[in-house]
């Protein structure tokens, strides 16, 4: 039964969570109806509290609106940060709503765009549903868990279409001068790239951790989401504001490890560089030691390899030299070749004003990002095609123009089991 605008409006009022289609609410493929984006965030921690909040609040279009985090402790903070900093600037402002569960936050029609900084685990099911709930949406990366995950985010933020940035600020020469050193690569400065290496960390391992006592006020069981059920332990969601990274990223059952968190970034980049933000490796190969956790090797299909390992940071050799970039380091052997200007006719690559300012450019303008939602798809398939490499210690043969491997019998690995009721949204 086709759902109609007054009772979505009817059921959003009455706190019940509707996920519809964005044509339902009248407003697909258009901007917010005045200049003015009203943003829910989803995930109160670490990363929202260090630099999601500060970049939203600093911009002057945006209003803070929802806010959505299973720690209550953290969900209150979010919010009293939120109304000190409206009223310290004198805005018109009526509160912030607050919730633990996701979509009681995206079925809001009031609600333009949503920003995602939640674990690994919990970034694809909350960004589909808001696209197709005609949100926008800014997804910490990597944008997904799995490669399933990822192609599907792909193909809601087109049909809806939506403006999905991911975030890999990078692109947005946050920390570094990464978009100088992809234009170094794609004037041809270096040659022909041979091969790339990428320094990140490892992958993530089965969780093995002790049972704790839930204390009050953590909705543990939609922390949880999909992943299969455990009992809780700190170390995966610290109680209250904290001021470091959780581990639940050395996890397999809630991220990839060292080697989906910043390979989101340096894959990313390394991509940009070789021009294959809509393809991807064709064959990925393990190391041939059963026990490293570094060394995997991916082959595209001009010849250039990608190889997990080496200094921090990518490492392009190219026929005339090498250039190293990473946050704050760009460096090239020999020197000119990364501190001679380039010429007048080069191939430039857009300006990023920054990366939440690019998003919000793009939701009034409709243009994609400067992190489109295919480049973070692409990206965390890599670094996923890599884990499983590592993970069952064989070639791949990978398609990456049907995302499938090339063998039928691997495409159970796309995907992995989900707990109910959190399976892999349909569009």
């Known amino acids: 039964m086709a759902i109609t605008r007054r009772q979505v409006l009817r059921r959003a009022a009455s706190g019940a969570p509707t996920i519809v289609a964005a044509a339902t609410l009248g407003h697909a493929a258009r901007a917010a109806p005045s200049n003015r984006v009203a943003v829910g965030l989803v995930g109160c921690g670490k990363m929202a509290n260090d630099y999601h909040l500060p970049q939203l609040l600093g911009q002057p279009?945006?209003?803070l609106v929802g806010i959505c985090e299973v720690d209550r402790t953290r969900r209150e903070h979010a919010v009293r940060r939120i109304e000190d900093a409206y009223s310290n600037a004198k805005r018109t402002f009526k509160?912030?709503?607050?919730?633990?569960?996701?979509?009681?936050l995206i079925s809001r029609p009031d609600i333009d765009a949503v920003c995602i900084a939640t674990p690994d685990h919990w970034h694809?099911?909350?960004?589909?549903?808001a696209c197709k709930a005609g949100k926008d949406v800014y997804c910490e990366k990597p944008l997904t868990l799995t490669i399933a995950e990822a192609q599907r985010c792909v193909q809601a933020a087109r049909k809806f279409r939506r403006v999905?940035?991911?975030?890999?600020q990078q692109r947005s020469n946050v920390f570094g001068q990464f978009r100088q050193a992809v234009e170094i690569i794609r004037n041809g400065r270096l040659g022909a790239i041979r091969r790339v290496t990428v320094g990140v960390g490892a992958p993530?391992?089965?969780c093995d951790l002790p049972a704790e006592p839930v204390e009050k006020g953590l909705a543990w069981d939609m922390w949880l989401g999909q992943a299969p059920f455990r009992d809780y332990h700190s170390i995966l969601s610290p109680r209250g504001v904290h001021n470091h990274f959780p581990a639940w990223r050395n996890y397999r059952e809630y991220s990839g490890g060292g080697h989906t968190d910043m390979g989101a970034h340096h894959y990313d980049i390394a991509?940009?560089?070789?021009?294959?933000?809509?393809?991807?490796?064709?064959?990925?190969?393990?190391?041939?030691d059963p026990e490293a956790t570094t060394g995997v090797r991916y082959l595209y299909a001009n010849g250039t390899e990608i190889q997990h390992g080496g200094p921090s940071g990518c490492v392009f050799h190219g026929e005339h030299g090498t250039l190293r970039i990473d946050r704050g380091v760009l460096q090239s052997n020999p020197p000119e070749l990364a501190t001679e200007p380039l010429g007048s006719n080069a191939l430039r690559l857009p300006v990023s004003p920054g990366h939440h300012r690019n998003w919000l450019n793009c939701i009034q303008n409709r243009k994609r990002p400067v992190a489109d939602v295919e480049y973070g798809a692409r990206?965390?398939?890599?670094?996923?095609?890599?884990?499983?490499?590592?993970?069952?210690?064989?070639?791949?043969d990978w398609?990456?123009?049907?995302?499938r491997f090339e063998a039928a019998a691997d495409n159970h690995l796309l995907d992995r089991p989900r707990r109910d009721p959190w399976q892999l949204p349909q569009l």
């Open 61 to 63: 279009d945006v209003q």
């Open 95 to 104: 509160g912030v709503q607050q919730t633990f569960d996701f979509r009681e």
């Open 124 to 129: 694809a099911t909350p960004l589909i549903e």
């Open 164 to 168: 999905v940035q991911t975030g890999s």
């Open 204 to 206: 993530s391992v089965a």
């Open 271 to 288: 991509h940009w560089a070789l021009n294959m933000d809509h393809s991807g490796p064709v064959k990925i190969t393990p190391p041939a």
């Open 379 to 396: 990206t965390a398939t890599v670094v996923h095609l890599g884990n499983l490499a590592y993970a069952y210690r064989r070639t791949l």
């Open 399 to 403: 398609d990456p123009a049907t995302w």
